[in-house]
């Protein structure tokens, strides 16, 4: 829970400085996008880039389809791969994608890991698992356990900012937004009012840009450090904090890529989603490192485009939390149920008034939302249809987000 707009160089007072300091030494995507509005669509969407399904590609009603992953990949190249999350990790069908993708360990917190105390304060106040401080402990303690003698991948999922936005020891931290606000004169009484009115939902978000630190920290201290990259990207809008009418800020999350390896930073304002990190992991490790992959693969996404200036070269469709399908951005335009945007080059949108294209973007939603639904629901992410003349002919393949690849078709 991320948004670009409280992490970025727009906002006049930092509520990560932490990550905002980070990005100064690493690759950094401001223009980069979720696909899904909430938690349910990050890990098939950044480590399957993969399509959408009916109801979400990592669904716990029925069987998840046959499908590519870079966590298959890093299972079949030796590497250890652990899944931190402080809450329940079937929800969202979290544990059964991460099983069926070689992951190790998963993370499943035990009643008998907290006090009385601890289970009385989650129940009191609703929290969906363990506040990011404990969490980072508890994975912390347990890679102190295993004994590290392959390549390994860790994937973590935050809770703290996120609804109900609370966590034990919170009162420094709302007293250190007020500090903030007051020693901000840039702010006017509407950013004041709102930072005033959701102190403890800001709290939170310097509360996890500390406990992000502390995580490097430990990593820092680590044998594997200098040869380890860090990958650190929203899963989802900021939720409730920022009220903005544009309805591709909920997209909007920070990208960032931080590792010693690095020969220097670079900020590059291409737009990029979640469906382009697979692709571009996958190109790195096989291009660089004895690393196999299979000769074939179904990557929604492409690499991570790497303009210096503002482009979008994107074609792909969004799902709302209630698994509709009725957004898709086509380069410079986005389409939202019946009202066609521009984009500019901060992910700002202007509506415009164009029949024809709004028409085409229509259309290519369409055909996206069938072929979606004709692979998932058939099963035939990993084979080819009977029928893939047919399906073929029946829709322009360049325009509805399918990128090929010259190695891996």
Not at 119 to 125: A, G, M, T
Not at 189 to 212: F, G, H, I, Q, S
Not at 256 to 284: C, E, M, N, Q, W
Request: contains cysteine; glycine residues 4%; hydrophobic residues 35%.
């Amino acid at each position: 829970s991320l948004g670009q707009r409280l992490s970025s160089s727009e906002p006049k007072m930092s509520f990560t400085p932490f990550l905002d300091s980070l990005k100064t030494e690493s690759l950094y995507w401001p223009n980069a996008l979720s696909l899904a509005e909430r938690t349910f669509g990050v890990l098939p969407n950044v480590f399957s880039s993969a399509p959408y399904d009916k109801l979400g590609f990592a669904r716990v009603w029925w069987t998840i389809p046959d499908h590519n992953s870079i966590l298959k990949d890093m299972s079949n190249n030796g590497y250890s791969l652990s899944f931190y999350y402080g809450g329940n990790a079937s929800f969202d069908g979290q544990n059964t994608y991460m099983a069926g993708n070689g992951v190790g360990y998963i993370m499943d917190p035990m009643e008998a890991e907290f006090d009385q105390e601890q289970k009385e304060d989650l129940l009191n106040n609703n929290s969906w698992g363990m506040y990011d401080k404990d969490l980072f402990n508890a994975a912390i303690r347990h890679r102190d356990t295993v004994v590290r003698n392959r390549p390994n991948t860790d994937i973590f999922i935050t809770l703290s900012t996120h609804e109900p936005f609370y966590f034990r020891g919170q009162e420094p931290y709302i007293e250190k937004v007020h500090k903030m606000l007051a020693e901000t004169p840039e702010f006017g009484p509407k950013e004041k009012e709102n930072v005033t009115r959701n102190d403890y939902m800001y709290a939170t978000y310097l509360y996890t840009d500390e406990c992000l630190k502390g995580l490097l920290d430990y990593y820092k201290t680590q044998p594997e450090y200098e040869n380890t990259v860090f990958v650190i990207v929203g899963d989802h809008r900021t939720g409730c904090v920022l009220v903005n009418q544009n309805p591709m800020l909920v997209y909007n999350v920070p990208l960032i890529i931080y590792s010693p390896l690095l020969k220097s930073p670079k900020t590059f304002r291409g737009v990029v989603t979640h469906h382009d990190l697979a692709p571009t992991i996958t190109a790195y490790l096989s291009k660089n490192y004895d690393y196999q992959v299979d000769n074939e693969c179904h990557w929604l996404g492409k690499s991570l485009d790497t303009s210096a200036v503002y482009n979008c070269e994107q074609s792909v469709a969004f799902m709302l939390n209630n698994r509709d399908v009725v957004e898709y951005l086509h380069n410079d335009y986005f389409i939202c149920r019946d009202r066609l945007y521009r984009v500019n080059d901060s992910i700002n949108l202007y509506e415009i008034d164009n029949d024809s294209i709004k028409y085409q973007l229509k259309e290519y939603l369409r055909q996206y939302r069938n072929i979606d639904k004709y692979v998932t629901q058939n099963n035939l992410l990993l084979q080819k249809p009977y029928n893939m003349k047919e399906l073929l002919n029946s829709v322009d393949m360049n325009v509805v987000g399918y990128h090929i690849d010259k190695n891996r078709r």
